[in-house]
Nanobody, 114 residues
Framework: QVNLVESGGGLVQPGGSLRLSCVNSDVKRRTSPINWYRRAPGEEREWVAGITVDSRHKKYADSVLGRFVISRDNTKNTVYLQMNNLKPEDTATYYC???????WGQGTQVTVTG
């Protein structure tokens, strides 16, 4: 496993933006494809976006396509999720996940209201 830590969540009005970060603090500096998921209260966990190690391939859920952008900086062991034009239905706890090492972060809360 690797240690993933998310940050960047918060409270934002509809139409606003946030950038989430997922830092891999693995001491061995192993890289991995990363997926973002989210879970709203009372809902099932939903896959949001994914990125390969070399950033060549990125995929998005239909619900966020055109609004969210996933990227990474391997020199910082960090994967980002830029979220634009946020909607109330984007309210959820967001998690990053490494399928290679089957590791989850602790999550960061995003609340879109106002």
């Amino acid at each position: 496993q690797v240690n993933l830590v998310e940050s960047g969540g918060g409270l934002v009005q509809p139409g606003g933006s946030l950038r989430l970060s997922c830092v891999n603090s693995d001491v061995k500096r192993r890289t991995s494809p990363i997926n973002w998921y989210r879970r709203a209260p009372g809902e099932e966990r939903e896959w949001v976006a994914g990125i390969t190690v070399d950033s060549r391939h990125k995929k998005y859920a239909d619900s966020v396509l055109g609004r969210f952008v996933i990227s990474r900086d391997n020199t910082k062991n960090t994967v980002y999720l830029q979220m634009n034009n946020l909607k109330p239905e984007d309210t959820a706890t967001y998690y990053c996940y490494s399928p290679q090492f089957d590791s989850w972060g602790q999550g960061t809360q995003v609340t879109v209201t106002g």
